[in-house]
């Protein structure tokens, strides 16, 4: 038995990886040194890899993204790109003016860069990006270490072509053409010593497998030893994967059961390698390894050759969680992050190859599991098994709440309002980190916000907003905000996970029940309504946006995490109604990301995301309750955003406008108030009163104008002060004009 491991975050125990990048693009660190950086940071990392695991990756540590290493490699490189330049070229397409697309890889909080086929193209191997890597672990001698590269087929399902993602037509012509390239980019790396290949096929659990090209491209590859990895969620072609000419195949027997169904059921070939993923790569907690090794025999009953790995890629986990000294005690000792899985794996082969002295550690971590669950909260459990159907609905219908909130508030025809944040300058974040490091004391913290809250309100009252916000300066992210203040979560220092490029993220942990001790908001927006007679919209993250953008708690399923944060959230919301805040906005961009893999498992996961919302958005019928999403398509689950029953919602929906204006043609049963994002916050540019006007005048088309609002499409927290006010000032008066033409 061999274990495979794979996907160690590239981040580095220090961030060196960061920090190499950022230093290097600031022209602060010459092209050699950058290398030689990350040449000894890469030998960290198979060092860690060979410490633990006999067959690891040699060409994982990607200067930005393994997409977009197989992109160049195989002379996939759009012709604004051209002439290729090595590095310079290589972070043009990762960050230039023009850069390639970015976008969710699978259900991860990670982005890859879109490869982009043009019709000129014709691929050609350019293997030195993968051979230089491949040096390091052999001038190294690192022999455990083979090549990983994302695998043909999965690099065709996520290409697209002037935009849009590849028909299954232009999959198999663009198919044709690229398997010469990546045959030759493979034997480059045969020729340079790789006895053996990882490949990395995660489309292949993806809905609609388009099995002939698969067979096609694998058969083109029949003479170089493959080993398979998919993960994320099982595969619907089991039989005819494991016909492919390839070494080994990788499963993911964490994230369902239907993977080892199937292996019971129909066995697996002899002459292959399974690579069981067991280790679950996606959370943070800790096997019981007793456990994992019944699981293992269970498959080794049918099949001749097994190696243990992660379910998953690990680069989704923090690094380790030795330098955490915050996280209480119970639940730091169950935590897992990836050097503790690389861990986990040796200790499980230790444990099934009757090591003596792995079986005390091995009954240890069953043990862990036993008792108490963490964060126990009687209350909290309670409450949640005693809700009924009627805690899911609000008092009143839409039709008649809406009379009682346009009494109460009394707006214009097509209110203008903004999504929430305003931009954090770097005052702010000063501010904030005196305060985290006991540098400023609470009293003087809580003044400066105040201020800075106070300033806000003047400004959207200056420029004749009609529904204003506090302006989120507390927060430094809208999910971490939350999790600090709710019992249940715990929060890492150095959890840092990356993003994409050198952009990081910590994700709160979520252990125990959650519920919350006092109120989170309430000081600040209160305040913020003292100082004006306009409506302040009260501003907090939904359920499901918390639960995913967290870690979820082990032994509990999703839908109880989601409807325990929701209950947090209604309390707040009761809590902001007696402060006589008459505008709350829930807030969930995570809402559609949240949807699993697989299409025939969206319906069970909307049905509990929009009753998560609704538990959250109980209010009084007075309330009038926003809610915002973004990042994401929203077409086809225009449904779903209509069951969550609230009385407004902003989408931002600016490289996808026209489309979701036509969508709501077809769904004449909307009846919701609507801000369609009248300009993209994500560019620099101000855009115009014209501009702003034809997207109010294209809703108008499809909406009643009684249903449309008027704001940017997402949170201006990322813009600076000189671009968000021009940009305010030209939507205030494309609202005011539009105004003027229903009175004509
Ligand atoms: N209210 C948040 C903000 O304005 C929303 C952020 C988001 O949509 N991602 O920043
Ligand atoms: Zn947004």
Known sequence: MQIVAYGLPRLGEKRQYKSLLERFWA?????????????????????????????????????????????????????????????????????????????????????????????????????????????????????????????????????????????????????????????????????????????????????????????????????FPLYILTYYESVDFYNRLVELPVRGIGLDFVSNTANKEALLQYGFPEDKVLIAGVIDGRNVWRADITAKAKEVEGLLSRVRTLWIAPSAPLSFLPLTKAPEKKIPQPVWERLSFAKEKLAELHLLKRYITGDATAKVEAEATAALWQGEPMGFHEPTRKRVSALTDADFRRDVPYHERVRLQNAELNLPLLPTTTIGSFP??????????????????????????????????????????????????????????FAERLAGFAITEQGWVLSYGSRVYRAPIIYGEVWRPEPMTVEEIAYAQSLTSKPVKG??????????????????????????????????????????????????????????????DWAEYFRWAVRAFRLAARALPRTQIHSHMCYSEFESILQHIWEMDFDVVSIEASRSKGTLVEEFKRFPQWDRQIGLGVYDIHSPAIPSVEAMASVIDAARKVLPDQLIWVNPDCGLKTRRWEEVTPALRNMVQAAQAARQVVKA
């Open 539 to 600: 501003m907090l993250t939904g359920p499901v946006t918390i639960l995913n953008w967290s870690y979820a708690p082990p032994n509990k399923s999703k839908e109880e995490v989601a409807y325990q944060i929701a209950l947090a959230i209604q309390d707040e919301v009761k809590d902001l109604e007696k402060a006589g805040i008459k505008v709350i906005q829930i807030d969930e961009p995570a809402f559609r990301e949240g949807a699993p893999l697989k299409q025939r």
């Open 27 to 223: 022209g602060k660190l010459a092209e050699a040194d950058f290398l030689v950086g990350m040449e000894s940071l890469e030998k960290e990392r198979l060092s860690t890899y060979a410490t633990y695991a006999e067959v690891y990756p040699a060409t994982e540590l990607s200067f930005y993204d393994s997409m977009l290493d197989l992109s160049v490699s195989v002379g996939l490189i759009p012709n604004r790109f051209q002439p290729y330049q090595g590095l310079s070229s290589y972070f043009q397409m990762a960050r230039g003016a023009q850069a390639l697309e970015m976008t969710k890889w699978f259900n991860t909080n990670y982005h890859y860069l879109v490869p982009e086929w043009e019709d000129t193209i014709v691929p050609q191997a350019a293997p030195e990006v993968f051979l230089q890597k491949y040096n390091i672990a052999q001038v190294n001698g690192f022999r455990g270490a083979i090549p990983s590269l994302i695998g043909p087929y999965t690099f065709l399902r996520l290409a697209k072509h002037a935009g849009h993602p590849l028909s299954v037509e232009q999959m198999e012509i663009y198919g044709e053409k690229l398997l010469p390239a990546y045959r030759q980019l493979l034997f480059a790396l045969s020729q340079a010593g790789a006895s053996a290949f990882l490949i990395h096929e995660p489309a292949f659990v993806l809905d609609d497998p388009i099995v002939p090209l698969i067979g096609y491209l694998y058969h083109g590859l029949a003479e």
């Open 424 to 481: 954090q300058t770097e005052d702010i974040r000063a501010l904030r980190k005196a305060y985290r490091e006991g540098q400023l004391p609470e009293s003087e913290y809580k003044a400066r916000i105040r201020e800075k809250i106070a300033e806000v309100v003047r400004y959207q009252e200056q420029l004749g907003l009609d529904v204003l916000v506090h302006g989120e300066f507390e927060r430094s992210d809208m999910v971490e905000f």
